[in-house]
């Protein structure tokens, strides 16, 4: 989007009393020539912002999701669990995490990320520990409740928190970065399961209990040590020269995102009311649920469905691993390629397709070998959707309100998703052979390219709108004031939808 001549006003050091402004013509030239184009800005952000947030989700990821690698090593039996109170107690995790989005959303613009995101790494930390001195079903019924109310609030605050860093075409790549610790997380859970479970009888512990306790040490720690790692705004970054934050700010203000010390007078409830009535919002939610449901049961169950393949013991924790370090690098590499020709459908339909050509081979009668085969398909296939799902959202939203709530509703209808999941496998579709559970699964799948074709299509028509209108208007875009899209949003005429 290219800027009008209009004299914009200099950035004020009192950013919580002014509205958003710009850098000044005289140094706007100077900016523009010293940085322009200059992919190493953006890499001196990646440095100091991306290692704290994907660690911290990966974390997130290694906490919640033991509970899997727990289940084979010993959980199960030690706490007298069946497979409906297994489901019971996935659930109890995914609830509070499904619901707790919007109260955290706010509560980070109200304090800030760079004391929302550590404490809530700490507090879940903490309760993660408690799992591995539980003697109860009911106490690991209390633990898993609120380790999804305190997790809850991550995925959309780093997404949200990401958005207000990097221009929308910038930032799937960095957000898929983030979500491949999600696959990292998974593939690491098994290694690590496969190490700790020989710590068996240490302290007069199970090994599934070491493998609360270490996992969630080493969360409480990092949590601590964000503190003084992670940044509030790209102004706070010190690796950023005075024009590289000035250009930065720059690029944000085109796609109409603020940043942090700037007051936002377009967070309303008005706002938050009018994501709800945005179509697009809608179908990528609808996607959401359907990929969510994927990857909640390949994130909770892959371990016992591996086992119920014929592999058991440290060899089935090993099993897991192959597939998701090859979805991890499988969805980092196209969702670079998705940033470079912003396209975010069609990476959903690329990466939907090899899902359902995996879930197809999974659902037939063949040799285990085979069937272990088709999870390099699905796994990378329903991974690989993840990273397009948040972002689609967050680029096609502006100001700060409709973004915040559509990456909120997004991810409770993926978290609801997982907790269908959660029953879909071995209460509805009982082990070994989970037949139902993947038929149903392929027909998500199917689903998921759908609403990706159908939101393509809907976001082409509001651009083709758009650029109508444009040339009914004639002149040139404004870059702030009445009808910019810093003051309308993705109302505004001059808004592009990514594709």
């Not at 197809?360 to 088709?374: D, E, W």
Request: charge should be positive.
């Amino acid at each position: 989007m290219s800027a009008s001549s209009e004299s914009p006003r200099k950035t004020s050091s009192q950013g919580h009393d002014d509205a958003p402004s710009f850098v000044p013509d005289q140094e706007k030239s100077f900016v523009e020539d010293h940085v322009d184009g200059d992919d190493n800005v953006w890499y001196k952000l990646d440095l100091v912002v991306l290692p704290v947030v994907t660690i911290m989700f990966f974390l997130s990821n290694l906490d919640r999701s033991n509970i899997g690698n727990a289940s084979i090593a010993g959980l199960l039996t030690a706490l007298k669990m069946t497979p409906r109170q297994y489901s019971i107690a996935l659930t109890t995790t995914l609830v509070p995490y499904a619901l707790v989005n919007f109260g955290t959303n706010l509560l980070m613009k109200i304090i800030g990320p760079r004391v929302m995101l550590p404490t809530l790494c700490i507090l879940w930390g903490l309760v993660a520990t408690l799992q591995g001195v539980v003697t109860s079903y009911s106490g690991l019924l209390a633990c898993r409740f609120f380790l999804g109310l305190f997790e809850g609030g991550l995925l959309p605050g780093i997404t949200l928190y990401l958005s207000s860093f990097y221009p929308r075409r910038r930032l799937q790549a960095r957000a898929s970065v983030v979500l491949s610790s999600v696959t990292l997380a998974s593939a690491f859970s098994g290694l690590l399961a496969a190490a700790l479970i020989k710590l068996h009888g240490m302290g007069g512990r199970p090994g599934w209990a070491w493998l609360f306790i270490i996992e969630g040490v080493i969360s409480i720690g990092f949590g601590l040590l964000s503190y003084f790692l992670l940044p509030s705004s790209p102004t706070d970054i010190f690796l950023l020269t005075e024009q590289d934050k000035k250009y930065i700010a720059q690029e944000l203000h085109k796609d109409g995102i603020i940043l942090a010390e700037e007051r936002d007078l377009k967070y309303t409830k008005a706002e938050v009311f009018r994501t709800f009535m945005r179509p697009h919002v809608w179908i990528v939610t609808l996607a959401g649920f359907f990929n969510g449901s994927s990857v909640g049961a390949l994130g909770y169950f892959l371990p016992q469905i591996i086992v119920g393949l014929g592999w058991t013991g440290s060899k089935a924790q090993l099993m897991t691993v192959p597939p998701f370090a090859v979805a991890a690098f499988l969805a980092i590499t196209a969702s670079i390629l998705s940033d470079k020709f912003a396209r975010r459908g069609l990476t959903m339909i690329g990466f939907g397709t090899l899902a359902t050509i995996g879930f197809g081979i999974f659902t037939a009668k063949l040799p285990a070998h085979t069937l272990y085969g088709s999870l390099f398909l699905l796994t990378p296939g329903v991974f690989g959707i993840a990273p397009s799902l948040g972002t689609w959202l967050a680029n096609n939203s502006a100001p700060l309100a409709r973004r915040a709530t559509a990456v909120s509703i997004g991810t409770i209808a993926t978290n609801f998703g997982a907790i269908f999941s959660t029953w879909l496998f071995g209460t509805i579709s009982p082990s070994p052979t989970y037949h139902t559970a993947k038929v149903t699964l392929l027909v998500f799948q199917i689903g998921t390219v759908l609403a990706a074709v159908a939101n393509i299509f809907y976001l082409s028509a509001q651009n083709k709108r758009n650029e109508r209108l444009q040339q009914e208007h004639g002149g040139s875009e404004p870059y702030k004031g009445e009808g910019s899209v810093m003051e309308a949003g993705d109302d505004s005429i001059w808004y592009k939808f990514v594709m």
